[in-house]
């Protein structure tokens, strides 16, 4: 992925030329990765990839051209953040009815700034999912 054909604005069209790359990215990664998931060294556990990942991502990424650009760095982010804390989930989000906890991590990404990745558990299987990812701090 060339970062010179990600848009940088924030009209309309460029948030929709985001999700696409989000979303293209997401896919292209889970035929590179067939298990879809990556060992997290902090939680010393895997860290999935599933639909309500790229769903959130895309969402939520695509409006701020560094939360896209962090997205592209998928596999360092799902290995090397770090957990700051593990949070209840919002009851009023359908989303995030599946799990029963979210783990809020956070990782340095140089050149992009401090970037959020929430992590939900699962209440069926305790499965931990990617849920978002998002810049927090440039």
């Known amino acids: ?78 290995k090397l953040a770090k957990k700051v804390r593990v949070v209840n989930t919002k009851q009023n989000d359908k989303n995030q009815n599946q799990f029963e906890k979210m783990i809020k991590m956070e990782y340095e990404l140089v050149g992009i700034g401090l970037v959020s990745l929430i992590v939900g558990i699962k209440r069926t299987n305790k499965e931990k999912v990617q849920y978002c990812i998002t810049v927090i701090k440039t």
């Open 1 to 78: 992925m060339n970062i010179n054909n990600i848009p940088t604005g924030n009209g309309k069209n460029d948030i929709k030329a985001r999700e696409k790359i989000i979303s293209n990215f997401y896919y292209e990664w889970k035929r590179k990765n067939p298990s879809q998931k990556l060992y997290n060294i902090d939680l010393k556990d895997y860290i999935n990839i599933r639909y309500i990942s790229i769903v959130e991502t895309v969402e939520h990424s695509s409006k701020n051209y560094l939360s896209t650009l962090a997205v592209l760095q998928l596999d360092c982010i799902l």
